[in-house]
Nanobody
Framework: QVQLVESGGGLVQAGGSLRLSCAASRSIFSFNIMRWYRQAPGKQRELVAAVSKDGNTNYAESVKGRFTISRDNAKNTVDLQMNSLEPEDTAVYYC?????????WGQGTQVTVSS
């Protein structure tokens, strides 16, 4: 069973940057779509960014121009570069991998942006 493990979260001031990484225990090549979600306290989990196997990307309107998702099939990682962070970006960030046989989530990593 493939496992997804997120890292890179932490505390940052508004305007700062963080880079999240999602590492898979085995090849992610079979995952058609890799996504990052986030869930703020008291709110529903929302999709932040997605990247397909061939590199096509999609972003939530709230993060367009600030966040960049990237996928490295050779290293089995999916990263989320987050720039110009705002307090509203504070949340637990989750990685999700979807294939024909699997729909896996990581355990999440906390991102806190102070004003």
């Amino acid at each position: 069973q493939v496992q997804l493990v997120e890292s890179g979260g932490g505390l940052v001031q508004a305007g700062g940057s963080l880079r999240l990484s999602c590492a898979a225990s085995r090849s992610i090549f079979s995952f058609n779509i890799m996504r990052w979600y986030r869930q703020a306290p008291g709110k529903q989990r929302e999709l932040v960014a997605a990247v397909s196997k061939d590199g096509n990307t999609n972003y939530a309107e709230s993060v367009k121009g600030r966040f960049t998702i990237s996928r490295d099939n050779a290293k089995n990682t999916v990263d989320l570069q987050m720039n110009s962070l705002e307090p509203e970006d504070t949340a637990v960030y989750y990685c999700r991998g979807t294939s024909i046989l699997n729909d896996l989530w990581g355990q999440g990593t906390q991102v806190t942006v102070s004003s």
